[in-house]
């Protein structure tokens, strides 16, 4: 069965990173992308970007352009997430989901806390 | 990028169908047919719910519908159940592989 399992919550202090790790099984990595997607404390959804773990293309959310990357790491069917320069605002649940087509995911991560406070 | 516009919250008892407004403009939801609708429980993560407008992934009941009209996608719960009680988030195809969400609709049921 198709699987995304996640890494750990994180809690950072404001200027640092995080990478989060989201291991896929049940299926066949390449053929599919994965999507990342936040969630602020009471907040709604919010889309982060998406990488082809074909070819490694990725696209991201115009607000957080530069802060970003998204990458995989074929050989062990994992997406990463890096997010630099933390603030309090980035405070939320990172959820990774695969994309199966435009706007559809069908399968999501548990989601991973990251907290960011001094 | 701004978030789609739904309804804070809707309601509805046992039985009855509500809708769900999703609104955007002629660059995301009017543009292309790729809405979807994801149902998310508390503390749970978003499960798909309806995807290009008004498909629907196996296993999810036929009570739920969908619909678009120009710039705006429509969710319908039809027989609603208790189970139905949930966050409801649109998301639309919003061109050069980007996407946008709404900002989420909680549905109460009475």
């Known amino acids: 069965q198709v699987q995304l399992v996640q890494s750990g919550a994180e809690v950072k202090k404001p200027g640092a990173s995080v990478k989060v790790s989201c291991k896929a099984s049940g299926y066949t990595f390449t053929s599919y992308g994965i999507s990342w997607v936040r969630q602020a404390p009471g907040q709604g959804l919010e889309w982060m970007g998406w990488i082809s773990a074909y070819n490694g293309n990725t696209n991201y959310a115009q607000k957080l352009q530069g802060r970003v990357t998204m990458t995989t790491d074929t050989s062990t069917s994992t997406a990463y997430m890096e997010l630099r320069s933390l603030r309090s605002d980035d405070t939320a649940v990172y959820y990774c989901?695969?994309?199966?087509?435009?706007?559809?995911?069908?399968?999501w991560g548990q989601g991973t806390l990251v907290t960011v406070s001094s | 990028q701004s978030a789609l516009t739904q309804p804070a919250s809707v309601s509805g008892s046992p039985g009855q169908s509500i809708t769900i407004s999703c609104t955007g403009t002629s660059s995301d939801v009017g543009g292309y047919n790729y809405v979807s609708w994801y149902q998310q429980h508390p503390g749970k993560a978003p499960k798909l719910m309806i995807y290009d407008v008004s498909k629907r992934p196996s296993g999810v009941s036929n009570r739920f519908s969908g619909s678009k009209s120009g710039n705006t996608a429509s969710l319908t719960i039809s027989g609603l159940q208790a189970e139905d009680e949930a966050d409801y988030y649109c998301c639309s195809y919003a061109g050069s592989s980007t996407l946008v969400f709404g900002g989420g609709t909680k549905l109460t049921v009475l």
């Open positions: 989901a695969r994309r199966i087509a435009a706007a559809e995911f069908d399968y």
